[in-house]
């Protein structure tokens, strides 16, 4: 991996740890060393283990990472379920029938629990499955300082207003803002994590058939790509609405700088003011090695929109 391709995953893995936010100065990189030292080890077990039956399940796992701390902070409350005194996040609009892995980070409990009962929070098992799910993908290391509480409580309403697939430029960063996050680098950053995982049909059909109401495609699309993706979400008939599709045609499972090429090599042909509709990023015709530095787009690329925010399937 070149220099800038190593500094743009870097970004996202520090943009990934800014959601921590105020709670960091109280956690520690050693706070299981004494209490559970395999706790790293047994979870990237697991994961492979689990990988090993759903390519997806890095994606997902780092998704419900970003879905619980985008919500009152890293506290797990996404995995809580409906009760007498809890509304469940999981009923949240952009988690019903989307958010992924929830029985993984089950496997991920129950192991830690038989080798070390009732220590590891369900919060950091999320924060250190989304770390080992990009560092498996090809994606950078970095640190995880962990000690987080298990929250008690859950909010449909943040959780109805995580950033959605038609959320324009401004929408995102109100969200973003509103949760102490930069709008520029954290919000570019994050959107790096499109660089692995699937979308449904039903963010993309819009675009290729009814674009901002008009009836017709988004003019922008290039028309081979378009023709593509035509194929597996038809206007009518077939899984129309929840077959898959790659964010990243050219590396759709690894963790790499491709989301973001993939989106510049097609700059110069879209639109400035279009909405965030998750289209996945067309692939360039060629895979390169060159660094994003010794292919610097063109002064075109600098009006185009940055990437698509929020998918329904990763």
Not at 154 to 180: I, M, S, Y
């Amino acid at each position: 991996m070149g220099g800038a391709a190593a500094r743009a995953v870097l970004l996202l893995a520090a943009a990934v740890a800014a959601l921590v936010g105020g709670a960091s100065a109280q956690l520690s990189e050693e706070f299981y060393d004494r209490t559970c030292p395999d706790v790293h080890r047994i979870v990237r077990r697991v994961l492979k283990k689990a990988h090993q039956d759903d390519p997806r399940i890095f994606a997902s796992l780092t998704r419900l990472h970003f879905h619980d701390c985008f919500v009152q902070g890293c506290d797990a409350s996404i995995l809580l379920d409906n009760s007498t005194s809890i509304v469940s996040e999981k009923f949240a609009r952009p988690n019903n029938n989307s958010a992924r892995g929830y029985p993984v980070v089950d496997a991920v409990k129950a192991a830690l629990e038989e080798a070390c009962p009732g220590v590891v929070s369900c919060a950091d098992i999320l924060a250190i499955a989304a770390k080992i799910s990009v560092e498996l993908s090809g994606g950078p290391r970095w640190r995880v300082p962990l000690g987080r509480r298990d929250g008690t409580t859950a909010n449909l309403t943040a959780a109805n207003n995580l950033p959605g697939p038609r959320d324009n430029l401004t929408t995102l960063q109100q969200k973003f803002a509103a949760v102490g996050l930069d709008v520029v680098t954290d919000l570019v950053a994050l959107s790096g994590a499109h660089t692995f995982g699937r979308v449904q049909c039903q963010f993309v059909t819009d675009r290729l058939y009814n674009f901002s109401g008009t009836g017709r495609p988004d003019p922008t699309l290039d028309a081979g790509y378009r023709a593509q993706l035509a194929k597996s979400c038809p206007r009518r008939g077939g899984n129309r609405r929840t077959a898959l599709n790659d964010l990243d045609p050219t590396t759709p499972d690894a963790f790499d700088k491709n989301y973001f090429v993939n989106i510049v090599s097609t700059a110069a042909s879209s639109s400035p003011t279009r909405s965030y509709c998750p289209l996945p990023a067309r692939p360039r015709r060629r895979p390169s090695t060159a660094s994003p530095s010794a292919r610097r787009p063109s002064s075109r690329a600098s009006r185009a929109p940055w990437p698509t925010w929020g998918t329904s399937s990763f």
